[in-house]
């Protein structure tokens, strides 16, 4: 039988639920680091849902074509503040209103100039990152026969361009120098990886 009690106090109870979901969330979320080094494990879902900033404006402001891929090492930034962040400053004072618009105009600024400083700096990144993501799935151990690293780089190409270490960012400036000398550009040596399988 219908109980009236039974049923409000339920729906309290979801209602009270929500709220405390609501704020358990908000709170959860913690400032983005204005450079964020992406971890094993990382997405762009997961970095989104940490950060609260959205995966199309991390994608937007580190030039990433394909927000399913990105590899561990590479530098992203979050050029934007945190929902959590931004929901105190909202008021409906009219002091409140400017003070909070001036924040706004602030954090847009910001983002112009970090979008801009991350395009030139990362314009090969998305070819660059597709290059890594086919070689070795970014792991600076991959080996295939005497092909090893982020690049694959033969034991030829490793005594010219470098990156016979385990580190990171040598095999990626290795890389980048075989590919500068062979093929120009990132975007061509994709190009030509995609027409043959390997570059």
């Known amino acids: 039988m219908f109980n009236i009690k039974k049923t409000l106090t339920i729906a309290a109870g979801v209602a009270g639920a929500f709220a405390f979901g609501g704020?358990?969330?908000s709170a959860d979320t913690?400032?983005?680091p204005s450079d964020y080094v992406v971890q094993s494990g990382d997405t762009l879902n997961k970095l989104s849902a940490k950060y609260g900033v959205s995966v199309?404006?991390?994608?937007?402001?580190?030039?990433?074509?394909?927000?399913n891929l990105i590899i561990v090492g590479q530098h992203l930034s979050f050029a934007t503040a945190t929902k959590a962040a931004a929901t105190p400053a909202q008021s409906t004072t009219t002091e409140a209103a400017?003070?909070?618009t001036t924040t706004t105009t602030t954090t847009t600024t910001t983002t112009t100039s970090s979008a801009t400083t991350t395009s030139i700096t990362g314009s090969n990144s998305a070819a660059l990152n597709a290059l890594i993501a086919r070689e070795s799935g970014g792991n600076v151990n991959?080996?295939?026969?005497?092909?090893?690293?982020l690049g694959q780089l033969s034991a030829q190409a490793r005594a010219i361009y470098g990156g016979n270490s385990a580190d990171y960012n040598d095999q990626l400036n290795a890389m980048k120098a075989y590919?500068?000398?062979?093929?120009?550009?990132?975007?061509?040596?994709?190009a030509h990886?995609?027409?043959t399988g390997w570059y």
């Open 98 to 100: 400017a003070t909070s």
């Open 30 to 32: 913690t400032t983005a």
């Open 179 to 190: 590919i500068a000398a062979r093929y120009g550009t990132a975007e061509n040596a994709w």
């Open 193 to 195: 990886s995609q027409a």
């Open 142 to 149: 991959a080996t295939n026969g005497q092909y090893y690293g």
């Open 23 to 25: 704020a358990h969330a």
């Open 56 to 67: 199309d404006t991390i994608a937007t402001n580190n030039n990433i074509s394909n927000v």
